[in-house]
């Protein structure tokens, strides 16, 4: 089955920055669109930034300006810029993607979440 496995979460000062990674492994067709979402406690998960195949981003608006998404296709994985940060973006962070399997089914895929805190 496929996996995702993020890294780069940690502990960070007011306006400093992170650079979250995510790779897929796994046997699989294709990987379409990948993306990062974030839960902070009392609050539902949300959809951080994504990004399709063709490279087509898409961003909440709270962390636009701020945030990048790009992806290594060829190398099946996903990373996640975050620049200026604020407190309110600490969060557990999720990778996740789209994936058309070998059996030509689509899955979403998620991993299981590097932890941003972000505090002085």
């Known amino acids: 089955q496929v996996q995702l496995v993020e890294s780069g979460g940690g502990l960070v000062q007011p306006g400093g920055s992170l650079r979250l990674s995510c790779v897929a492994s796994g046997i699989m067709y294709r990987i379409d669109t990948m993306g990062w979402y974030r839960q902070a406690p009392g609050k539902e998960r949300e959809l951080v930034a994504d990004?399709?195949?063709?490279?087509?981003?898409n961003y909440a608006d709270s962390v636009k300006g701020r945030f990048t998404i790009f992806r290594d296709s060829a190398k099946n994985t996903v990373t996640l810029q975050m620049n200026s940060l604020k407190p309110e973006d600490t969060a557990v962070y999720y990778c996740n993607s789209d994936i058309l399997g070998r059996d030509y089914r689509r899955r979403e895929v998620w991993g299981q979440g590097t932890l941003v805190t972000v505090s002085s």
């Open positions: 990004i399709t195949s063709g490279g087509s981003t």
